[in-house]
């Protein structure tokens, strides 16, 4: 029974682990993922099921290894907002002996009480950024930091974009990873202050090589060619937000979302940077 047992759960994990053909995207490799215990994170029946319904749009366990994330790495994440990646990350760093910290935008703002459940997401620690805060952890003691959609909400905020990539370079050790997933204006231009959400990749890479980051890599993964880029309201106009009015105003009950919805979420530039060792 014991042997039996044994056999199960490896048969169970190997499903796990690997994806079928056709839940790969376009150009990543099948099979080539950080670990089974990133699979099983990403698998649990802890996980909300509207943020795994976005799965095959941000493609966690494809980004995740792409970005280089390891078993005991000490992860920071910026603005974590509904918790997506928490629910991932955290378990994940819980189970292979590393740390995750969120930095949230004030000392006044918390994250779901759900991640206070030591037992599911370990000991999750919090830390602030904003535009006057001080170090977000001890200087050169994070492996991994993850910048998710954020950046844009910074850019019509005078040097705000400057100090959060100081902050990251300060915050991470000799050789450690900026991790960046951020809607992708091109390859039309960026608008003043991405004001639709959307930045230009060289200027995402400008603002991070400026702070002494290098440029590893760029990914495919969270590639969206349906996404056109002109929408009303911006990258609102798309899942999950479906925003159908101009920010501040009621919801309009008459717009068409069908078009927008039929796109999906928004096309993504998917980028790894190293701090040199």
Do not use: C
Request: aromatic content about 10%; cysteine-free.
């Amino acid at each position: 029974m014991r042997l039996g047992a044994i056999a199960a759960f490896f048969a169970i994990l190997s499903s796990i682990v690997s994806l079928p053909a056709d839940a790969v995207p376009a150009g990543v490799q099948p099979g080539i993922y950080a670990d089974a215990t990133l699979a099983l994170a990403v698998r649990s029946a802890n996980r909300t099921p509207e943020n795994m319904a976005r799965d095959r749009y941000r493609h966690p366990r494809e980004s995740l290894s792409f970005w280089g994330l390891r078993p005991g790495m000490s992860v920071l994440e910026i603005w974590p907002g509904g918790g997506y990646w928490t629910e991932i990350l955290a378990p994940y760093t819980k189970a292979t002996g590393g740390k995750y910290i969120a930095a949230l935008p004030g000392a006044s703002r918390a994250l779901a009480a759900k991640f206070s459940d030591k037992a599911l997401y370990g000991n999750v620690q919090t830390t602030v950024f904003n535009e006057t805060s001080g170090a977000l952890v001890p200087p050169g003691s994070a492996d991994f930091v993850l910048l998710a959609r954020n950046l844009h909400d910074w850019m019509d905020e005078p040097g705000i974009p400057e100090k959060a990539m100081r902050d990251f370079y300060a915050t991470l050790k000799p050789g450690g990873i900026l991790a960046i997933e951020q809607h992708r204006a091109d390859p039309r231009p960026m608008k003043p202050d991405a004001s639709d959400g959307y930045m230009s990749t060289a200027v995402v890479v400008q603002l991070a090589e400026k702070a002494g980051f290098t440029l590893e890599a760029q990914s495919e993964i969270n590639a969206n060619p349906k996404d056109t880029k002109d929408h009303p309201f911006g990258v609102w106009t798309l899942p999950p937000t479906r925003r159908s009015a101009p920010a501040g105003r009621p919801p309009n009950p008459t717009f068409d979302h069908a078009k927008y919805d039929a796109i999906g979420e928004s096309d993504r530039m998917t980028l790894r940077f190293r701090k040199p060792a």
